[in-house]
């Protein structure tokens, strides 16, 4: 089997209840087009749902177990609307730290990692 780049889907997800969801929606549908194009994507988003059954999930569980995600990535891939987010910026800042490049356009995030 060949080896998938892996990409880590970042962005804003804190929010209200709406905001939430419309920013997991954001990141879910930028993981389908990261997908269309031959990578493998991980949304750290979806740990919603573990945190849902859990029923006693914090913020440092759900971002403690999404970092493993991110150093083990080819790639970081930024959603709209990730400059508001905290979370974001350390990611970014932690992505940079271990030379893991960071992308806002598709196309050019295709054509570098292809390049490799």
Sequence with gaps: MKHMKRIYIAGKLNDDACGYIKNLHRMIKTAR??????????????DFLEGLVAGDFDYPEYFDNSQPWLAASD??????????????KREIEYARS???????????????????
């Design 33 to 46: 087009a990261v997908r269309r194009m031959g990578f493998a994507g991980y949304v750290p988003g979806n």
């Design 98 to 116: 271990l030379n893991i490049p960071v992308f806002q356009d598709l196309e050019k995030m295709r054509i570098d990692l292809e390049a490799l």
């Design 75 to 88: 790639a970081v891939f930024l959603t709209p609307g990730w400059e508001t987010s905290e979370g974001t």
